[in-house]
């Protein structure tokens, strides 16, 4: 069974913290991104990757970075943990193809649920 | 501006049919896909349409309209476990998905 794992499903922290996330996937796929999912919005792209050390920002990379030092592994980072980030972070990987994410399907992880208090 | 609308929630009945709409505007289009969401777990891939026409798959089918920028999920014979968030998500002209707020599907028996 194909699987992008989150290696935490539920994380606290406070202000000013500094937080891993990390995403692992054995697909073998190109393509790997970090989106945010709050409750009323759409899932929003924080950034994505489509090559080992290749890193893009999109639509709200502010208070977040990323590394993606190997293939198979893609970390999302908060420098210094603000309680507007409180939300779910998902992450997915594609093939390459048509586009970054033309026609490919994405499959996701579980997620990881982030409290900054 | 770019955009996705879908019903933040619906009801329906097990065993009844239940169609969930979607319409979008983006810059450019490359298709559109539908997500199921079940309570703390992963989106899964449903469908993906890029040409007008309804595509089916066992008891859920997918419908584009291009010119109309509209798209619908419908759903047969639903069962409880059909009971699950469904998101839209467009892909523009540079193949950034564009996503909706999700629709939250409730069964009741």
């Known amino acids: 069974d194909v699987k992008v794992t989150q290696s935490s499903r539920y994380l606290v922290k406070r202000t000013g913290e500094k937080v891993f996330l990390e995403c692992v996937q054995d697909?073998?796929?190109?393509?790997m991104f970090w989106y945010r999912q709050d409750p009323g919005l759409g899932l929003r792209l924080i950034y994505f990757?489509?090559?080992?050390?290749?890193?893009e920002k999109g639509d709200i990379p502010e208070g977040y970075s990323v590394s993606r030092e190997k293939k198979e592994r893609f970390s999302l980072i908060l420098e210094s943990a603000s309680t507007n980030q409180t939300s779910m972070y998902l992450c997915?990987?594609?093939?390459?193809?048509?586009?970054?994410?033309?026609?490919?399907?994405?499959?996701f992880g579980a997620g990881s649920r982030l409290t900054v208090l | 501006g770019q955009n996705i609308d879908q019903p933040t929630e619906m009801t329906a009945t097990e065993g009844a049919i239940v169609q969930i709409n979607c319409t979008y505007q983006t810059s450019g289009f490359n298709g559109l896909f539908w997500y199921q969401q079940h309570a703390g777990e992963a989106p899964t891939f449903l469908s993906y349409?890029?040409l007008d026409g309804l595509e089916e798959k066992g008891r859920f089918s997918s419908f584009l309209s291009r010119s109309k920028g509209y798209s619908y999920l419908l759903l047969k014979e639903l069962q409880m476990k059909d009971s699950a968030s469904y998101l839209c998500?467009?892909?523009?002209?540079?193949?950034?998905?564009?996503w909706g707020a999700g629709t939250k599907l409730i069964i009741k028996p």
């Open positions: 998500a467009a892909s523009d002209s540079n193949y950034q998905l564009i």
């Open positions: 697909m073998d796929h190109e393509n």
């Open positions: 990757s489509y090559d080992v050390k290749m890193k």
């Open positions: 349409n890029v």
């Open positions: 997915a990987s594609s093939t390459q193809g048509a586009g970054w994410t033309g026609a490919n399907v994405l499959t």
